[in-house]
């Protein structure tokens, strides 16, 4: 799969909290590194991005958090909703959680 990243594999098995002053794999560094330009790939070559969030030791919510409510501020929240799947058989409540920042984006645009 071109547009895919699976974040256990392509950034940390141990997802850390929001900003990179928080520490390691933070999800500000996830986002600038990773997600941002993945997400600008897929819209270029019109696919979908998709997001295996299976494989990790858990999420902190902060991480989640920073990585797709800032998606969806710079792209835009209709955007993100209609470019992005994911995977998270795991925690599959993760996904619902993820669409919430999205959308919080929205709402505070």
Known sequence: MENFIKVSVDFSTTPGARYR??????????????????????????QLLTIDLDGTYGYATSFLSEAFYSLAVDFGSAIVRNNISFISNDEPYLI??????????ESKA
């Open 96 to 105: 619902d959680e993820i669409i919430e920042y999205i959308n919080d984006a």
């Open 21 to 46: 002053s928080d520490g390691k794999f933070s999800g500000e560094e996830f986002y600038q590194t990773k997600l941002k330009k993945a997400f600008e790939k897929a819209l270029q070559a019109k």
